[in-house]
């Protein structure tokens, strides 16, 4: 069956992967972006310098993500829910959604596909905000109930 737990540890596992996708992925950049540009001929106007750019630019916010979402979870799981640091999480975490949503936003001047890349994550960068917003007035009641006698 199912539990919490395992779905934590599930989310705990997911998200260290996707720190080693991240790292493997920025080592093996310049590859990828060589495949690109000898594939597409508006990737080879646009050059190979811009594509290292946005993808370097880019995986400062997404580790940055994905550190602050290990130690939320972290939290979580030594049973800290409700509390202003996961507030705070949530928080730093939608500011790293809208840090990769303006660099994808801008490298759609060079290069159109960045385009949808930089409005999923303003996006899930406002649902994050939406659940930073429900979890803040959790921890509010908490504390409210916390110090009624």
Not at 15 to 44: E, G, N, Q
Not at 46 to 64: C, E, H, N, Q, R
Not at 99 to 120: K, M, Q
Request: charge should be positive; include cysteine; charged fraction near 10%.
């Amino acid at each position: 069956m199912w539990s919490d737990n395992k779905s934590l540890v599930l989310s705990k596992v997911a998200v260290i992967a996707f720190l080693v996708i991240l790292a493997f992925a920025m080592i093996r950049a310049p590859w990828f972006v060589a495949r690109l540009v000898s594939m597409s001929s508006t990737a080879r106007d646009a050059g190979a310098v811009l594509f290292l750019v946005t993808i370097y630019s880019g995986a400062v916010p997404a580790a940055a993500l994905l550190v602050s979402m290990h130690l939320l979870l972290r939290r979580i799981g030594m049973g800290a829910v409700f509390v202003h640091e996961n507030v705070s999480s949530l928080r730093f975490i939608s500011w790293c959604f809208y840090a990769g949503a303006l660099v994808g936003t801008l490298s759609a001047v060079y290069y159109v596909p960045w385009l949808p890349i930089g409005i999923s994550a303003a996006f899930m960068g406002l649902v994050v905000r939406v659940v930073k917003n429900i979890i803040a007035k959790a921890v509010s009641l908490q504390d409210d109930a916390d110090y009624t006698i």
